[in-house]
């Protein structure tokens, strides 16, 4: 399913004029709050898409009208319209975004292991020290 959602729809990557953000309403009002935000008031009156399971079983087609909508918007307007509404949703960053962003710049999360940049783990434990002097290993190499 990739980034799609079993059991809510609509869940998933949607592209923007700028990139990619992730989209979660996960519950009935936070589907009406997106469609409120996209201007697609008419869809939480569509009998295909009054409850999670309709909107579930009638996905492919609730995903196209959204897509259609998201295309118009900006990465940080459209993440910022649905901050102010209470929707969840996130950014899908390109390296460069994910490298300066504040939080992995402030935790030093940012590694180069076999000439490749990376993003060590989030996790610090107290009297743990993280293996960061080698790199994962590649595809085959321990057979």
């Known amino acids: 399913m990739g980034n799609a959602h ?3 729809a609509p869940y998933g990557v949607f592209a923007v004029s700028d990139g990619h953000v992730i989209l ?8 009406h709050k997106l ?6 008031e008419h869809l939480s009156t569509d009998p295909r898409f009054a409850a999670n399971g309709d ?5 492919k087609a609730l995903d196209a009208e959204i897509a259609a909508a998201t ?30 962003d504040p939080q992995i710049v ?3 999360m940012r590694v ?15 009297d743990a020290e993280l293996a960061l002097d080698r ?4 595809h085959g190499e321990h057979g």
């Open 71 to 100: 295309a118009g918007w900006t990465k940080q307007g459209l993440l910022d319209a649905c901050h102010a509404a209470g929707v969840p949703a996130g950014p899908i960053n390109r390296l460069d975004e994910v490298f300066a």
């Open 135 to 138: 790199p994962s290993p590649i």
């Open 55 to 59: 909107r579930t079983a009638n996905a």
């Open 6 to 8: 079993a059991q809510v």
């Open 35 to 40: 469609m409120g935000v996209l201007g697609l």
């Open 112 to 126: 180069e292991l076999g000439g490749m940049a990376g993003v060590r783990s989030p996790f610090v434990f107290s």
């Open 106 to 108: 402030a935790r030093g």
């Open 24 to 31: 979660a309403p996960a519950n009935d009002g936070l589907f």
